[in-house]
């Protein structure tokens, strides 16, 4: 089955910053990679998501970029604020039969002002 | 609350306990999921409901029962859990099962087991 692997498990950066989280999968036929955030005591909400079939997404100041022959895609999040300080999860989806989401362990991103 | 409700939020029982985990989505998605959030570990996907129909279980103990009586509950049954199955227990919704559908959580169960 997928395997995700992210790393790092922890990063801290200053305030304007940029960041920068990766993540590899191990099933080719894997067709959809979401992001996460989960903020402390909260749910986590989707904040991008990008495709197979495109190469790079981006939404003001996050990115993700994605290199299928390599099998890995990376966050981006550019001038960071003290209010991106959360867990951050990649997550890879199963084509075919099951289509479950596998995550990655997550990163805890501090930023410090 | 809108979205995708839990109740209760927090659970504290002992090893011979029954209970239920409980959770509701107003976004009339049709498929509806159980994760399990341990400390340092990824995200665990326990059960996939799809239009009522239960269509994973990914190697899930038996104490662990789910149920889906419509597209917008999904109960966990609980029996004889151990201390080990502490965690955060995390619903999500999606319009349905199909690849590349955007999962709404709800704001999860923090179980504990003494």
């Known amino acids: 089955g997928e395997n995700v692997e992210q790393h790092p498990s922890t990063l801290s950066v200053q305030e304007g910053d940029s960041a920068v989280i990766k993540c590899t999968y191990s099933d080719s036929a894997s067709n959809y990679f979401p992001w996460y955030k989960q903020e402390l005591g909260k749910r986590p909400q989707l904040i991008i998501d990008i495709r197979s079939n495109v190469g790079e997404k981006k939404d003001q100041r996050i990115a993700v970029t994605l290199n299928k022959t390599a099998k890995h895609f990376s966050l981006h999040i550019t001038e960071t604020q003290p209010e991106d300080s959360a867990v951050y999860f990649c997550a890879a989806i199963t084509q075919g039969g099951s289509e479950k989401l596998v995550f990655g362990k997550g990163t805890k991103l501090t930023v410090n002002p | 609350e809108t979205g995708v409700t839990q109740t209760p939020r927090h659970l504290v029982m002992g090893m011979t306990n029954k209970k239920s985990l409980k959770c509701e989505q107003h976004?009339?998605?049709?498929?509806m999921y159980w994760y399990k959030q341990s400390a340092k570990k990824p995200l665990e996907l326990m059960f996939v409901y799809n239009f009522k129909e239960q269509t994973e279980n990914n190697s899930v103990p038996s104490r662990f029962s789910p149920e889906c009586p419509n597209s917008s509950h999904l109960f966990l049954h609980l029996h004889t859990l151990q201390p080990e199955d502490s965690a955060l227990y995390l619903c999500a919704s999606s319009q349905d099962r199909a690849s590349g559908r955007e999962q709404f959580f709800g704001p999860g169960t923090r179980l504990t087991v003494l």
């Open positions: 976004l009339g998605h049709n498929a």
